[in-house]
């Protein structure tokens, strides 16, 4: 065969390898399109799954966050109540400091009082016997009241509880 009898509709080996050609080609498109179409489905269906696992994320996260905010207001009411209450016992703490360097210097100016007028009784807790506060107060031997509790909060200790003046 020569050339012109190959391309020669006369020759039905070229027509028909054309076709058959053609038709594989057609073939291969429609099955590549199918293929990219599936391919694009399964892409779409795991962009959608990302993007309702994300929600549900940005769910799950504003719900922690709120639990968080109320947990801090409540922290955050506990800490100016206890402030509070520091606030009231520093002050009593001071009031009761001063009361009792009040107390002290009363009970030195009495004490050298009564040790320049003889009601002492002497050295204390030995002889003269004379019963008076230096005695029954100042005698180191009796040393009781060093033991007991001074008890009270800021709701339950009248103001003036040690008013002695």
Not at 13 to 20: D, E, I, K, R
Request: contains cysteine; hydrophobic residues 30%.
């Amino acid at each position: 065969m020569n050339k012109t009898e190959m391309g020669s509709p006369a020759s039905g080996n070229c027509s028909s390898g054309l076709q058959n050609y053609g038709s594989e080609s057609d073939e291969r498109k429609r099955k590549r399109k199918e293929s990219n179409r599936e391919s694009a489905r399964r892409s779409r269906m795991r962009k959608q799954k990302h993007l309702d696992d994300l929600t549900a994320q940005v769910a799950y996260l504003r719900e922690e966050n709120s639990h968080i905010v109320a947990g801090i207001a409540v922290t955050t009411q506990q800490y100016v109540t206890i402030e509070a209450e520091n606030s009231i016992l520093r002050a009593q703490f001071l009031e009761l400091n001063q009361r009792l360097d009040s107390l002290n210097e009363i009970v030195e100016i009495a004490g050298g009082f009564w040790m320049e007028t003889g009601q002492g009784g002497g050295v204390i807790g030995y002889g003269g016997g004379g019963g008076g506060f230096y005695d029954g107060v100042m005698n180191p031997l009796n040393l009781g009241f060093y033991n007991q509790t001074l008890m009270g909060s800021a709701s339950t200790v009248p103001a003036d509880v040690f008013n002695c003046c």
